[in-house]
């Protein structure tokens, strides 16, 4: 690859780029903080605002509900109007969603809750798909694959800080509604300020892309003028490419199945072990933990394998024996087997959400990454939305055995399609200066930061 001068291309990371995945992490683990915040807490909430457990679910598939129609409108303004506007309407969005709630704080304000958590799942969707698009746009090639995994574990934080913190802040106190809403405004006005604070670190942090191109793959992608870019295109080549569609499905199943699991984690201890709230939040932590730590090695390991079908496809068959054994352990009377089941489960199926964004980039490229991990999460949220009312069904007319195994059949059926993925390393070998390559899809140009090394590409890419 030569510059217009004749010279090679410079290629050099930026030192924003830590402060850009930070921020973003950040403001991602609070978005994924509001979406569980009411699940782990489904019987308090039941009580305090005197809904059923449907309603209640409702607050937690409202995020699923939301992503699938906006999902669209939203890569299109990523890949048209570029990653600062799309990291600012997130993290904004998220900060509103928060303030709303602190106006709910009455038994009778159920629809305003309802209403402010949509305004944090609209937020969900400018969050959700930009890991990708981070790693690739600010990190190299011998850390894209664990720049993303850092950036989806911000969200699994935030999960896990869902899981622990609300019942240690909201006791159950049924006889003291006052109490209760007491305990429920520090929650909602400690994550307000939070989420405020960080929308203006996003501001002073984001920038649209580095001065200098991380890598190859992206100094390819900046010869192409952005008026030869076609979004209408981008989605039409990612639906003919027959790998992709593999794994948009296999990746909805697993991670729609996370979704399930998370939703109904309370209900489900709570069946076989009565008033064990504050540990149903730990047993959440414990599996949300572990899958932080699987995305960081499995980050670790794409970097240094590149590996990527043999790794997804090992995940996802040890993810199908983790929900086996949670399945037939979780009703045996020993709170310490569930949460080493719990666990394994973790590492295994959160771990996977990671490998699956890196190897849709991979099979996909040069298609915009934002797209791609949207359609990816996109998938994702249907299969939420069916799991969780399906097994959510299950679990309260049979039980949480009955609920679980519908799961491991799902599970299945996803390891049969991730293993007739076929494995096609178009990142990876462009980076490598091996692939033959016409390039057709490219990202916004920077409004932010002119680039004065046009770029040629030889006739070997």
């Not at 991979?362 to 934002?370: L, Q, V």
């Not at 059926?413 to 390039?439: C, E, P, Q």
Request: hydrophobic share 50%; charged share 10%.
């Amino acid at each position: 690859m030569l510059s217009a001068a004749g010279g090679p291309v410079e290629t050099r990371l930026s030192r924003r780029r830590l402060a850009v995945l930070a921020v973003f992490s950040s403001y991602s683990l609070v978005n994924a903080f509001q979406w569980i915040q009411y699940s782990i807490l489904s019987n308090i909430f039941a009580v305090f605002y005197g809904v059923s457990f449907t309603q209640i679910d409702w607050l937690s598939m409202v995020y699923m509900v939301a992503y699938v129609p906006l999902i669209l409108p939203a890569t299109w303004l990523l890949d048209t109007r570029g990653l600062r506007l799309t990291a600012l309407l997130g993290a904004g969005l998220n900060g509103l969603g928060a303030w709303l709630k602190c106006g709910s704080l009455a038994p009778s304000r159920y629809p305003l809750t309802l209403a402010a958590q949509a305004v944090c799942a609209v937020a969900q969707v400018f969050i959700l798909g930009l890991p990708s698009r981070i790693a690739s746009v600010w990190f190299g090639p011998t850390e894209v694959s664990t720049a993303c995994a850092v950036a989806v574990l911000g969200n699994q934080l935030g999960t896990a800080i869902g899981f622990l913190l609300p019942p240690v802040l909201v006791p159950n106190t049924p006889k003291d509604i006052d109490l209760m809403a007491h305990n429920i405004s520090i929650m909602f006005y400690g994550t307000a300020i939070v989420s405020t604070l960080l929308f203006f670190l996003t501001g002073v942090v984001f920038e649209e892309k580095p001065k200098y191109p991380p890598s190859h793959s992206q100094a390819v992608l900046q010869t192409v003028p952005p008026e030869d870019y076609s979004y209408k295109q981008s989605i039409i080549n990612l639906f003919r490419n027959t790998p992709f569609v593999l794994l948009l499905i296999s990746y909805g199943i697993m991670t729609g199945a996370f979704y399930s699991v998370s939703t109904l984690l309370n209900q489900m201890i709570l069946t076989h072990y009565e008033g064990e709230e504050v540990n149903a939040g730990r047993i959440g932590l414990t599996l949300v933990v572990a899958g932080m730590v699987g995305s960081i090695i499995c980050g670790l390991w794409l970097d240094y394998t590149k590996t990527y079908k043999q790794t997804t496809l090992i995940v996802y068959i040890l993810s199908f024996i983790g929900m086996l054994v949670f399945t037939f352990t979780l009703d045996l009377g020993y709170l310490t087997v569930v949460f080493v089941t719990g666990g394994v489960l973790g590492f295994f199926m959160t771990g996977y959400l990671p490998l699956g964004f890196e190897f849709a980039v991979e099979i996909t490229y040069p298609e915009s990454e934002g797209t791609s991990s949207g359609l990816l999460n996109a998938s994702a949220q249907i299969f939420g939305i069916i799991f969780t009312l399906v097994q959510g069904k299950l679990t309260t007319d049979y039980s949480p055995r009955a609920g679980n195994l519908f799961l491991c059949a799902w599970i299945f059926v996803g390891i049969i399609l991730t293993a007739l993925i076929k494995s096609d390393l178009r990142r990876h070998n462009v980076n490598s200066g091996i692939m033959n390559l016409d390039v057709k899809a490219v990202p916004v140009e920077s409004p932010v930061e002119p680039e004065n090394t046009a770029l040629k590409v030889q006739s070997a890419l």
